[in-house]
């Protein structure tokens, strides 16, 4: 099994760009489907939100959904990471 991508590297590429993440973590649709709703809720919510609201509350929806996928890319890639290290584990019988 090869080294999965360690998962501080997962959570800047996320940072950086929304949806990288999911793709590192060999998940291209998941990425892409995330950029979908982050691109689809900013959108709405800027077109719906008021003139004296700041430009953050007004891409809120996609903010969110962004912060979201962060916080899945680093999780799923925390977990691949313990996968690996318990199969590399059991295979030289240190459990």
């Not at 999911?22 to 979908?36: D, E, H, I």
């Amino acid at each position: 099994m090869k080294t999965p991508p360690n998962p501080f590297a997962i959570l800047g590429l996320a940072i950086a760009l929304p949806g990288m993440g999911q793709v590192a973590n060999k998940q291209p649709m998941r990425g892409l489907t995330f950029l979908f709703f982050i691109l689809l809720l900013g959108a709405f919510t800027l077109k719906t939100a008021g003139a004296e609201i700041s430009m953050l509350g007004k891409l809120s929806g996609g903010v969110f959904v962004w912060a979201l996928s962060i916080l899945d890319a680093y999780k799923t890639a925390r977990i691949k990471t313990e996968i690996w290290r318990q199969t590399r584990a059991g295979r030289h019988g240190n459990l």
